[in-house]
């Protein structure tokens, strides 16, 4: 079973720095290519990064390019996003997804998500 | 880079059939045969319901099919159950080699 936990949420204040990580199991995670997806509350879904399945491209939005950082640790199953500069409207529900299939970037399965407050 | 074009919300009664639309432009939707769509439920984490414009993954309900046409994709729920119900979101990869979601449909079955 694909099994994606996030974790390294929180309260930070504007302009500070913070780490996500996702913890992969249950799939060969070397094989696929992974993204992070936001949700701020009571609002829609908004694509962040993606990176393929050795790292060697990552791709940004707008408005988050600059500022945050996707890698992955293969040999640990586990995916990151260093985020920094925090803005307020950076606040959101951060989702790690795995790609739909071997090989594939189109996004497939979701981690619960992990919530991060950028608050003064 | 907008945000795919979605109606707001869309309802239906028990048994019936709906269609929810997503409209990019040529450089998203129209572009690639790569829009998928999602279920999220209160609370919850997105869930696949569609892939590659009309690939089901295994689990979802055969009820569940997709199409597209020009740069309006579409996802239909056939025999509409009361479960269906919740928020719907299209994803389209795009020509910069990034991903835009839609604006997301709330289903109601009345």
């Known amino acids: 079973e694909v099994q994606l936990v996030e974790s390294g949420g929180g309260l930070v204040q504007p302009g500070g720095s913070l780490r996500l990580s996702c913890a992969a199991s249950?799939?060969?995670?070397?094989?696929?290519?992974m993204h992070w997806v936001r949700q701020a509350p009571g609002k829609g879904l908004v694509w962040v990064s993606r990176i393929d399945t050795d790292g060697s491209i990552t791709t940004y939005a707008d408005s988050v390019k600059g500022r945050f950082t996707i890698w992955r640790e293969n040999a640990k199953n586990t995916l990151y996003l260093q985020m920094n500069s925090l803005r307020v409207e950076d606040t959101a529900v951060y989702y790690c997804v795995r790609g739909v299939e071997y090989g594939s970037s189109r996004i497939g399965y979701w981690g619960q998500g992990t919530l991060v407050t950028v608050s003064s | 880079q907008s945000a795919l074009t979605q109606p707001a919300s869309v309802s239906g009664s028990p048994g019936q059939s709906i269609t929810i639309s997503c409209t990019g432009t040529?450089?998203?939707?129209?572009?690639?045969?790569?829009v998928s769509w999602y279920q999220q439920n209160p609370g919850k984490a997105p869930k696949l319901m569609i892939y590659?414009?009309?690939n089901r993954p295994s689990g979802v309900s055969y009820r569940f099919s997709g199409s597209k046409s020009g740069n309006t994709a579409s996802l239909t729920i056939s025999g509409l159950q009361a479960e269906d119900e919740g928020d719907y979101y299209c994803?389209?990869?795009?020509?910069?080699?990034?991903?835009?979601f839609g604006t997301g449909t709330k289903v109601t079955v009345v």
């Open positions: 994803c389209s990869y795009t020509s910069t080699t990034t991903y835009v």
């Open positions: 249950g799939f060969t995670f070397s094989s696929y290519w």
């Open positions: 590659d414009v009309s």
């Open positions: 040529s450089s998203d939707v129209g572009g690639y045969n790569y």
